[in-house]
């Protein structure tokens, strides 16, 4: 499905299905006791995509639905999920022991971390994305009897329109220094628009702010292997259009771009994450599609003193 400038969703239909999609594959690598997300399966299940809360509940097995050695799958997906939680998570409690007191998750989706992780005292969170999309998580995690375990606060509005004031709206402190979280978010902007959201974090991070970002390429590099796999996804019962979901264009890196803000950025591969989380790094044989996640990387920053822009 084609993404258009003002198009809409939720957790059950274009881009929102991919939050869904990727807490289906935390909620799996949680029955595997690789992560800890014990919200993972019940916000899957509440979504209501049968496909992936099959998946998430261990009742579909990889041969069924993935190719053998295909770059992307349902299980590749899932091992990578497993490292970039991991990471993100690591992330967060070194900005903690720094001291950091307010964090901000962009394109939040159904992501818990607010109600899972140990949280200083103190500590503000917000969380951007639809309302749509927040309200959902949150009616479905209090009626789960879960409580956030810190000062939890809803920015709810699109990452294309002016989040920035919408924040500021809702208390965020621009003296205090910051941990920005962007996950599984800059493919699914317009190469314009990520732009202007690193530029707006910029804008609004105090000394010693800290960001994780995870950098990938959403366009494939070959239609036919993907519309393979989704035609295999669709044949096991998946409803909702997956495919084009990604804003095409060239576009900045974005760990040039921050360095070029002033942020001091440290680079991790892809498969430098996956080989040290224990998994099948990706091939690197020339091939279109496998170069492509080969390209793919994390990466941390931290805005220096006196070089705020």
């Given at each position: 499905?084609?993404?258009?400038?003002?198009?809409?969703?939720?957790l059950?239909?274009?881009?929102?299905?991919?939050?869904?999609m990727?807490?289906?594959?935390r909620?799996?690598?949680?029955?595997?006791?690789?992560?800890?997300?014990?919200?993972?399966?019940?916000?899957?299940?509440?979504?209501?995509?049968?496909?992936?809360?099959?998946?998430?509940?261990?009742?579909?097995?990889a041969?069924?639905?993935?190719?053998p050695?295909?770059?992307?799958g349902?299980?590749?997906?899932?091992?990578?999920?497993?490292?970039?939680?991991?990471?993100?998570?690591?992330?967060?409690?070194?900005?903690?022991?720094?001291g950091?007191?307010?964090?901000?998750?962009?394109?939040?989706?159904?992501?818990?971390?607010?109600?899972?992780?140990?949280?200083?005292?103190?500590?503000?969170?917000?969380?951007?994305?639809v309302?749509?999309?927040?309200?959902?998580?949150?009616?479905?995690?209090?009626?789960?009897?879960a409580?956030p375990?810190?000062?939890?606060?809803?920015?709810?509005?699109?990452?294309?329109?002016?989040?920035?004031?919408?924040?500021?709206?809702?208390?965020?402190?621009?003296?205090?220094?910051?941990?920005?979280?962007a996950?599984?978010?800059?493919?699914?902007?317009p190469?314009?628009?990520?732009?202007?959201?690193?530029?707006?974090?910029?804008a609004?991070?105090?000394?010693?702010?800290?960001?994780?970002?995870?950098?990938?390429?959403?366009?494939?590099?070959?239609?036919e292997l993907?519309?393979?796999?989704f035609?295999?996804?669709?044949?096991?019962?998946?409803?909702?259009?997956m495919?084009?979901l990604?804003?095409?264009?060239?576009?900045?890196?974005?760990?040039?771009?921050?360095?070029g803000?002033?942020?001091?950025?440290?680079?991790?591969?892809?498969?430098?994450?996956?080989?040290?989380?224990?998994?099948?790094?990706?091939?690197?044989?020339?091939?279109?599609?496998?170069?492509?996640?080969?390209?793919?990387?994390?990466?941390?920053?931290?805005?220096?003193?006196?070089?705020?822009?």
């Open positions: 499905m084609a993404r258009t400038d003002n198009d809409t969703w939720d059950a239909s274009s881009v929102g299905a991919t939050a869904t990727v807490a289906a594959g909620a799996r690598a949680s029955r595997a006791a690789l992560i800890d997300d014990r919200f993972a399966e019940p916000l899957v299940r509440a979504v209501g995509i049968e496909f992936f809360t099959r998946w998430a509940c261990g009742e579909l097995d041969d069924q639905v993935d190719f050695d295909a770059p992307w349902m299980q590749r997906m899932t091992d990578q999920q497993t490292a970039r939680t991991r990471y993100i998570d690591g992330f967060l409690a070194e900005a903690q022991a720094a950091v007191r307010q964090v901000v998750i962009l394109a939040s989706g159904l992501d818990a971390r607010g109600y899972r992780l140990p949280w200083a005292t103190g500590t503000t969170i917000f969380e951007i994305d309302p749509q999309v927040l309200d959902f998580k949150t009616a479905t995690l209090a009626g789960l009897g409580a375990g810190a000062d939890l606060r809803a920015v709810p509005i699109d990452l294309r329109q002016d989040w920035p004031l919408a924040l500021r709206q809702a208390g965020f402190d621009i003296e205090a220094p910051t941990a920005w979280t996950e599984g978010l800059f493919g699914y902007l190469p314009e628009g990520q732009d202007r959201l690193l530029a707006n974090v910029t609004l991070s105090a000394d010693g702010s800290r960001l994780v970002a995870e950098v990938f390429f959403s366009a494939p590099a070959s239609r993907y519309d393979a796999i035609a295999r996804w669709y044949e096991h019962g998946l409803d909702v259009e495919d084009r990604g804003y095409p264009g060239d576009r900045n890196d974005v760990a040039t771009y921050l360095a803000q002033g942020w001091r950025v440290t680079r991790t591969a892809l498969n430098e994450l996956l080989v040290g989380n224990g998994f099948r790094p990706h091939a690197h044989d020339n091939s279109a599609d496998e170069t492509l996640f080969t390209q793919n990387y994390y990466c941390t920053a931290v805005l220096h003193p006196g070089r705020r822009i």
